[in-house]
């Protein structure tokens, strides 16, 4: 505390004349990174030390007022070259500036201690075989250091950790620095492993150094003045009051250094509880997911498992009982929406976990059931013997069946299965989607037919599907991308030969399947209700090519097949050949639409109001395979048509031959009796042409004539006019 008041009213004087100053001013250039001999103080900001403490006393001594400016450049010597500072501080002895300038020094200011520091505590060589590290900014002093000992290796850094981390690196056996900075330095809690080597301590000067010039050697001259005026009891002083203080700080790595040890404890115990509270997280997820897959697999309502936990369950059994031999049903009850609808909704679903409950007490272990949607189960059975069907009839299907009926109420329950055999290939490749499949398309041929019962799968089912999906569901892609044609057919004329008509007939190049003859396609077509497109577009196609023919002057007729699913309630078939006539500017009278007599036995009323009004528009109607039907002679009376096409395959097919001509001589009479033209179809041989032209039957049409053939090859024909 004495000496803190012995330097306070050292320099009380000095600032007690600030303002009124009248002294030269003494530019000082000083480093500012060796504390705490030079240093600035973190509250005022300005340079301070030791060494600035000095500096004002030898200044004010000297008659000067000194003002402090931290040097910019990269070393003292540097900061020599620069004329904007007076002296700089401290040199320890007269060193060339950077550029080469002598230099004059001030006397000492004070000797100060400098002290190598080494790792550990291990001893050093003397000085003169060392390699030692020092900061850059200390260039004068390694000048002088060059000086005392020639032989001595020095390395430059630029900050005290570059410092350190060689000499740890082991690229310099020991640090060189004042002792009165290292005793500030050391302090630094990770620079516990560096020690003071005692026996180096060396002393150097501390002195103004400035440019040899006239100027220079004036300051100097004066300052020395000053300098002579310093007594021992000030400097010791100076120097007690700073290295007294407590002027180290920790800052955040020095914290984090100290307290690693907590900090490692504390993030182990983060780390612990992290992990602890992941695993609890993921054993509350898990019990979730357990909780929601058990909902997604069981079926509310009947209790047992839902379609996705009967996939994997099936799966489990036919995985882990590969020698089971397992049949796979999909069941249904057939029209059970009525059942609902009669019997309401409460009894349906009562209905439903009877039917659940009843067969999940037939089934082992080994086995197992699903509700699939609405009213269809699957279960999964092993094939033990014959008399287990027996036995599952007795014991489910038939209380299933009279579930009202033993309830006193008058509805009977129809169950259509479809069964699915497992085979041993799929043992190995697990697939239920496909057996499921397999055994619903069993089942909807069960359906099919109207009745309840059990229906087996047989691979031509698949087939027959596969079929109906590729040829229905690729229609649109056909028809846009032309895959359907029209062929034609020529019609001859017996009497002339010459041909006097055609029938269009189309044609599918199937991009997959390849030619697919419309006998296979019509009739899918026709059950999927798919017909009507592809025929308004054949018919679409027949207009165009016979307005083309009218344009160079060919006038043709063409007979055009309209299927029976073509003529539903609601649709205009007459308003729609009008309409194309009326588009492609022909004739009614070209169009001759045929309409097979299968039709009119299945729609009599409503096929005979349709012909009836082809014909108002003037549309000539022609019934088509006559012959085929069981009713042919009644259809004659009772159906309008212009003409009877009679399909000679029908009648010559089978049986005896004698008889079928008579037949086709007595319905070529019938028919010219009652007024209608007739054509034959199906004429393959000279013979059958021969007699039938015989037998008055003018129009004729078949394989013996031509073929069906491209629309081009029909162009090319030699025709006259046509009809
Ligand atoms: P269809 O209307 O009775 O047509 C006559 C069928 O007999 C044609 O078969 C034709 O190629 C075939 N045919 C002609 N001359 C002979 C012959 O001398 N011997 C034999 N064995 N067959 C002969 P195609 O073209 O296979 O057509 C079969 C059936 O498909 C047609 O019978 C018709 O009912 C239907 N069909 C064809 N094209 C269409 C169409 O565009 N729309 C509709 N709705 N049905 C069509
Ligand atoms: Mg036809
Ligand atoms: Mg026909």
């Given at each position: 505390?004495?000496?803190?008041?012995?330097?306070?009213?050292?320099?009380?004087?000095?600032?007690?004349?600030?303002?009124?100053?009248?002294?030269?001013?003494?530019?000082?250039?000083?480093?500012?990174?060796?504390?705490?001999?030079?240093?600035?103080?973190?509250?005022?900001?300005?340079?301070?030390?030791?060494?600035?403490?000095?500096?004002?006393?030898?200044?004010?001594?000297?008659?000067?007022?000194?003002?402090?400016?931290?040097?910019?450049?990269?070393?003292?010597?540097?900061?020599?070259?620069?004329?904007?500072?007076?002296?700089i501080?401290?040199?320890?002895?007269?060193?060339k500036?950077?550029?080469?300038?002598?230099?004059?020094?001030?006397?000492?200011?004070?000797?100060v201690?400098?002290?190598?520091?080494?790792?550990?505590?291990?001893?050093?060589?003397?000085?003169?075989?060392?390699?030692?590290?020092?900061?850059?900014?200390?260039?004068?002093?390694?000048?002088?250091?060059?000086?005392?000992?020639?032989?001595?290796?020095?390395?430059?850094?630029?900050?005290?950790?570059?410092?350190?981390?060689?000499?740890?690196?082991?690229?310099?056996?020991?640090?060189m620095?004042?002792?009165?900075?290292?005793?500030?330095?050391?302090?630094k809690?990770?620079?516990?492993?560096?020690?003071?080597?005692?026996?180096?301590?060396?002393?150097?000067?501390?002195?103004?150094?400035?440019?040899?010039?006239?100027?220079?050697?004036?300051?100097?001259?004066?300052?020395n003045?000053?300098?002579?005026?310093?007594?021992?009891?000030q400097?010791?002083?100076?120097?007690?009051?700073?290295?007294?203080?407590?002027?180290?700080?920790?800052?955040?790595?020095?914290?984090?250094?100290m307290?690693?040890?907590?900090?490692l404890?504390?993030?182990?115990?983060?780390?612990?509880?992290?992990?602890?509270?992941?695993?609890?997280?993921?054993?509350?997820?898990?019990?979730?997911?357990?909780?929601?897959?058990?909902?997604?697999?069981?079926?509310?309502?009947?209790?047992?498992?839902?379609?996705?936990?009967?996939?994997?369950?099936?799966?489990?059994?036919?995985?882990?009982?590969?020698?089971?031999?397992?049949?796979?049903?999909?069941?249904?009850?057939?029209?059970f929406?009525?059942?609902?609808?009669?019997?309401?909704?409460?009894?349906?679903?009562?209905?439903?976990?009877?039917?659940?409950?009843?067969?999940?007490?037939?089934?082992?272990?080994?086995?197992?059931?699903?509700?699939?949607?609405?009213?269809?189960?699957?279960?999964?059975?092993?094939?033990?013997?014959?008399?287990?069907?027996?036995?599952?009839?007795?014991?489910?299907?038939?209380?299933?069946?009279?579930?009202?009926?033993?309830?006193?109420?008058?509805?009977?329950?129809?169950?259509?299965?479809?069964?699915?055999?497992?085979?041993?290939?799929?043992?190995?490749?697990?697939?239920?989607?496909?057996?499921?499949?397999?055994?619903?398309?069993?089942?909807?041929?069960?359906?099919?037919?109207?009745?309840?019962?059990?229906?087996m799968?047989?691979?031509?089912?698949?087939?027959?599907?596969?079929?109906?999906?590729?040829?229905?569901?690729?229609?649109?892609?056909?028809?846009?991308?032309?895959?359907?044609?029209?062929?034609?057919?020529?019609?001859?004329?017996?009497?002339?030969?010459?041909?006097?008509?055609?029938?269009?007939?189309?044609?599918?190049?199937?991009?997959?399947?390849?030619?697919?003859?419309?006998?296979?396609?019509?009739?899918?077509l026709?059950?999927?209700?798919?017909?009507?497109?592809?025929?308004?577009?054949?018919?679409?196609?027949?207009?165009?090519?016979?307005?083309?023919w009218n344009?160079?002057?060919?006038?043709?007729?063409?007979?055009?097949?309209?299927?029976?699913?073509?003529?539903?309630?609601?649709?205009?078939?007459?308003?729609?050949?009008?309409?194309?006539?009326?588009?492609?500017?022909?004739?009614?009278?070209?169009?001759?639409i045929?309409?097979?007599?299968?039709?009119?036995?299945?729609?009599?009323?409503?096929?005979?109001?349709?012909?009836?009004?082809?014909?108002?528009?003037?549309?000539?109607?022609?019934?088509?395979?006559f012959?085929?039907?069981?009713?042919?002679?009644?259809?004659?009376?009772?159906?309008?048509?212009?003409?009877?096409?009679?399909?000679?395959?029908?009648?010559?097919?089978?049986?005896?031959?004698?008889?079928?001509?008579?037949?086709?001589?007595?319905?070529?009479?019938?028919?010219?009796?009652?007024?209608?033209?007739?054509?034959?179809?199906?004429?393959?041989?000279?013979?059958?042409?021969?007699?039938?032209?015989?037998?008055?039957?003018?129009?004729?049409?078949?394989?013996?004539?031509?073929?069906p053939?491209?629309?081009?090859?029909?162009?090319?024909?030699?025709?006259?006019d046509?009809?």
């Amino acid at each position: 505390m004495t000496s803190v008041l012995l330097v306070m009213s050292l320099f009380v004087p000095v600032f007690s004349l600030a303002n009124t100053d009248t002294r030269e001013e003494l530019v000082v250039g000083v480093p500012t990174d060796r504390c705490p001999i030079f240093y600035i103080d973190e509250e005022t900001g300005e340079v301070t030390g030791i060494g600035i403490d000095l500096i004002h006393l030898a200044a004010e001594r000297a008659g000067y007022a000194a003002t402090i400016k931290p040097v910019t450049e990269h070393t003292l010597k540097e900061a020599l070259d620069n004329p904007g500072y007076d002296v700089i501080v401290p040199f320890g002895s007269a060193i060339k500036s950077e550029s080469g300038k002598e230099t004059v020094v001030s006397q000492n200011l004070m000797r100060v201690p400098f002290t190598l520091v080494s790792k550990g505590h291990k001893s050093l060589p003397p000085l003169n075989e060392l390699r030692i590290g020092m900061l850059s900014s200390l260039a004068g002093v390694v000048d002088t250091l060059r000086e005392m000992y020639p032989r001595i290796k020095i390395e430059m850094y630029d900050s005290m950790p570059e410092c350190v981390r060689a000499l740890r690196a082991g690229k310099v056996d020991a640090l060189m620095h004042n002792s009165y900075v290292w005793s500030y330095v050391l302090q630094k809690p990770s620079y516990s492993d560096l020690s003071v080597q005692l026996a180096t301590l060396i002393s150097m000067d501390f002195r103004a150094g400035t440019p040899d010039t006239e100027k220079g050697r004036e300051i100097i001259g004066n300052l020395n003045k000053g300098i002579a005026r310093i007594t021992d009891v000030q400097r010791e002083a100076i120097v007690l009051d700073y290295t007294s203080r407590n002027l180290y700080v920790n800052d955040f790595w020095d914290n984090l250094y100290m307290y690693r040890d907590l900090l490692l404890a504390g993030a182990l115990i983060i780390t612990i509880l992290a992990i602890l509270l992941i695993r609890a997280y993921g054993i509350a997820r898990r019990r979730q997911d357990r909780k929601l897959r058990e909902l997604i697999e069981t079926d509310p309502l009947t209790g047992i498992l839902s379609m996705e936990g009967f996939k994997k369950r099936a799966e489990e059994l036919i995985r882990d009982y590969p020698d089971n031999q397992y049949l796979l049903s999909f069941n249904n009850i057939r029209n059970f929406k009525f059942v609902n609808e009669k019997m309401g909704r409460e009894a349906g679903d009562e209905l439903l976990r009877f039917w659940a409950e009843r067969s999940m007490s037939v089934l082992s272990e080994e086995e197992t059931m699903g509700r699939i949607t609405g009213d269809r189960f699957a279960v999964l059975r092993r094939y033990k013997a014959d008399e287990q069907l027996g036995n599952d009839l007795k014991e489910v299907i038939e209380p299933v069946n009279n579930f009202f009926i033993d309830r006193g109420q008058e509805m009977r329950i129809q169950l259509c299965s479809g069964i699915y055999a497992l085979t041993p290939e799929d043992h190995e490749n697990i697939d239920v989607d496909k057996m499921l499949d397999y055994a619903r398309i069993a089942e909807k041929k069960v359906r099919s037919t109207g009745k309840s019962g059990i229906e087996m799968y047989n691979p031509e089912q698949w087939e027959k599907e596969k079929q109906i999906v590729d040829i229905s569901g690729y229609l649109p892609a056909a028809l846009k991308n032309e895959e359907i044609q029209v062929w034609y057919q020529p019609q001859i004329d017996s009497e002339s030969g010459e041909i006097c008509g055609a029938e269009a007939l189309c044609r599918w190049n199937h991009a997959r399947l390849g030619w697919i003859s419309p006998a296979v396609f019509i009739p899918i077509l026709e059950e999927s209700d798919l017909i009507y497109e592809l025929d308004s577009y054949v018919w679409e196609k027949v207009c165009k090519d016979l307005q083309r023919w009218n344009r160079q002057g060919l006038r043709r007729s063409v007979s055009v097949n309209l299927s029976r699913s073509d003529i539903s309630e609601g649709r205009n078939i007459p308003g729609f050949f009008f309409g194309l006539t009326k588009k492609y500017d022909i004739e009614p009278e070209q169009l001759r639409i045929e309409i097979t007599e299968t039709a009119y036995v299945e729609h009599p009323e409503h096929l005979i109001r349709t012909t009836a009004e082809l014909r108002e528009y003037g549309f000539q109607v022609e019934m088509d395979d006559f012959g085929s039907g069981y009713s042919s002679l009644h259809m004659l009376k009772a159906v309008p048509v212009d003409c009877i096409k009679m399909d000679l395959h029908f009648l010559t097919g089978s049986g005896d031959l004698e008889k079928s001509r008579i037949i086709i001589t007595q319905v070529i009479k019938l028919v010219h009796m009652l007024g209608m033209n007739l054509i034959a179809e199906g004429v393959e041989t000279r013979a059958q042409a021969d007699f039938l032209k015989e037998h008055g039957c003018r129009e004729m049409q078949g394989y013996y004539f031509y073929k069906p053939m491209p629309v081009d090859e029909f162009e090319k024909l030699k025709i006259g006019d046509g009809s």
